[in-house]
């Protein structure tokens, strides 16, 4: 019954290494988006996708390469991992335009830690 | 591009008292403003949100004042409880510089209520 839901919730791998996060809402949501929050609590948007189309894509670098096969589910792949891609990654969707709300809706994120 | 300012980054209160936290947004376009509750292991959640032609709501023990002139909003929690502890992040939603799609987050404030 989740609403965001992310898989795996937890990753550790070695440095080098290329992974992939799942997420995937059952909100009939249009808009999807991961953001990275660091050690500090920090949450920064690194991509969004409105209908499978990518809207959003911030100064992230080009190792990290988001994916929607439709508008339900964005994934994201990191190849050549790097020590300071050790951060918890939160996928969340957006209610529709004229929805009457704007608020996101975040799974329960993906801590990721690179050794 | 947007910034949000939070303030404090920390917040110990006794229970049943008040908690204040304060944001400042800096893109006069924003025009919503949520507030997000963390707890630990968890994801964002949304507790409150305010558009920009409200000055103030209430749902509850939570409340949001606005005041768009300053660029201010504000959280107010009444008769805390330790049930209330958690990480706290003001947002707002990007006006024409900001991007209309993405939440910029502050920083966070760690409140901890001590019975």
């Known amino acids: 019954d989740t609403a965001v839901s992310q898989t795996p919730k937890y990753l550790v791998t070695q440095m080098g290494n290329d992974k992939s996060i799942k997420c995937e809402q059952n909100l009939g949501h249009d808009t999807m988006y991961w953001y990275k929050q660091d050690s500090k609590k920090f949450l920064k948007i690194m991509f969004s996708?409105?209908?499978?189309?990518?809207?959003i894509n911030e100064t992230v670098p080009n190792r990290f390469s988001p994916k929607s096969p439709d508008k339900a589910h964005l994934n994201l792949h990191i190849n050549s991992l790097e020590l300071g891609d050790s951060a918890v990654y939160f996928c969340?969707?957006?209610?529709?335009?004229?929805?009457?709300?704007?608020?996101?809706?975040f799974g329960s994120g993906t801590r990721l830690t690179v050794v | 591009g947007e910034n949000v300012e939070q303030h404090p980054s920390t917040l110990s209160v006794q229970e049943g008292d008040s908690a204040v936290i304060k944001c400042t947004y800096s893109d006069s376009a924003s025009n919503y403003f949520p507030w997000y509750k963390q707890e630990l292991g968890k994801g964002p959640q949304l507790i409150i949100d305010i558009r920009s032609n409200v000055g103030e709501k209430k749902d509850q023990r939570i409340a949001v004042t606005l005041n768009k002139t300053a660029k201010h909003f504000s959280l107010h929690i009444t008769e805390t409880q330790p049930e209330d502890s958690a990480v706290y992040f003001c947002?707002?939603?990007?006006?024409?510089?900001?991007?209309?799609?993405?939440?910029?987050f502050g920083a966070g404030t760690r409140l901890a209520v001590h019975p």
């Open positions: 996708y409105n209908n499978k189309e990518l809207i």
């Open positions: 969340a969707s957006r209610h529709n335009p004229g929805q009457g709300a704007y608020g996101y809706t």
């Open positions: 947002a707002a939603k990007g006006g024409v510089s900001g991007g209309y799609n993405k939440l910029i």
